[in-house]
Each structure stands twice: as C-alpha cells, then as structure tokens.
C-alpha cells in the first residue's frame, strides 16, 4: 500500500506570495493532520481534517489555512509568506477519528521563503 | 495541556552497545504515547507505540519502549545499536480520552551510533 504523498517535495516562494501545498493521505485513511517542523519551534501542529470538516487547529495565524476533499486528499495554504515560514512541511493521515489511530507521515514539503 | 520532554539534545554509543533515549510527558489523563524517527531530508517514520497494558512495548527494527507511569516516562530502548539508527528520534504524546487528536512532541534526540 502506497504511503502518505506530498507535492511538491520542494518549494522556493518570495515574501508576500502565496503558496498551496498538496497530501494524498494512505489509501482508506480519512483523518488529515499537517504540521510544520523548523529547527527553532520543533514540530508545531497546524490543523486537521476528518470527512472535509476541520476538527482541531493549532496555534497559527490565519494565513495559514487547510481543506480537505471528498476524497480525503487535503491541502493547505499560506499566504502572504513570511520569511519565518520557511519550514518542511508534514502531512500525516490516519484511518479513522479514533483515538488510538497512528498518524502516518508523509515526507514533507520544504517551504524556502527568500 | 499536553506536552513532551526529551532531556537530552544528543545520544551517542557505539555499535553493538546499548541504545536509550529518554522521554517524559505531561498530560491530562491517560496517555497515548508514540515514538517516531527521522532521518535526513525525510519524514516522520512510525516505529512503536503505546496505549494501554503491558509496560513493554515492541516495535520496529528491534526498538522497544517502557511505559512508566509513576515516573511519567517512555524511554526508547533497543539493545545493540547498529550505525544505521543514527537519525533523530522524537517522542511524542496526545490524551487518550479527547476530542483533541494532535500530537505534541519533543523536541528531539539526535542519535549518533559509532562504527
């Protein structure tokens, strides 16, 4: 079974731009999370989806935004880039909304904000 | 709030010696507990985790983690190291009765096993 995908695996934006990162989650898997990684803050959870609703979010300003689809694929948004968000982004999925499902990674997105 | 501590910044063995590295957590109620691995340039690997019974818990490439609860700990553990395992380890918690499913981390263990 295929793992969780995340396009594009690289990403070079200018300040003031915005950008659309893409994850196709695990086959089956219904539950999207994204987080962000930078060496400063760690691993930071940005928000995840179940069945197209957004159940939980973290910390972030709303430039930073998500959706999901119908068929579970999910993306996020950033707009008006900062040089602070220049981050490996992670996509995660799991099976259900169950609290005892593993959350499956993703190899990320690498966001560089010039 | 939840939240996770990984004392130390770097572990460093030998091959063939014993690997540990160390994590305690803070959470409301029980927890759910996992440890995950990344190794340069890639994402979060899934090597084991913790919900409820036995105190020992087996996962993959031979690590194992103990669940201590009086000590609020899971330490990772695996008993030869190969050089291989050098990567960095995150440990990492969230409630097992909430509505609330992110995942708090640590910040990280860098390992680094020595040939």
């Known amino acids: 079974k295929a793992g969780v995908t995340q396009t594009p695996r690289y990403l070079i934006k200018t300040r003031g731009q915005q950008v659309t990162l893409s994850c196709s989650p695990i086959s089956g898997h219904r539950s999207v999370s994204w987080y962000q990684q930078t060496p400063g803050q760690g691993l930071q959870f940005l928000f995840e989806?179940?069945?197209?609703?957004?159940?939980n979010k973290g910390n972030f300003p709303g430039r930073f935004s998500g959706r999901q689809f119908s068929n579970s694929r999910s993306e996020m948004n950033v707009s008006t880039l900062e040089l602070g968000d220049s981050a490996l982004y992670l996509c995660a999925s799991s099976w259900t909304s169950g609290n005892t499902d593993t959350q499956y990674f993703g190899p990320g997105t690498r966001l560089t904000v010039l | 709030a939840q939240s996770v501590a990984q004392p130390e910044d770097q572990v460093n063995v030998a091959e063939g010696n014993p690997l540990t590295v160390k994590c305690t957590y803070s959470v409301s109620g029980n927890p759910y507990l996992f440890w995950y691995v990344q190794y340069p340039n890639r994402g979060l690997q899934f090597l084991l985790k913790?919900?409820?019974?036995?105190?020992l818990v087996k996962g993959s490439y031979g690590f194992e983690a103990e669940f201590n609860k009086s000590q609020t700990s899971f330490h990772l553990k695996k008993p030869s190291a190969l050089v291989s395992d050098s990567a960095l380890y995150f440990c990492a918690v969230r409630p097992l009765s909430s509505n609330d499913y992110k995942l708090s981390f640590g910040a990280g263990t860098t390992v680094t096993v020595r040939a």
């Open positions: 913790y919900i409820t019974g036995d105190n």
């Open positions: 989806y179940f069945s197209e609703t957004q159940r």
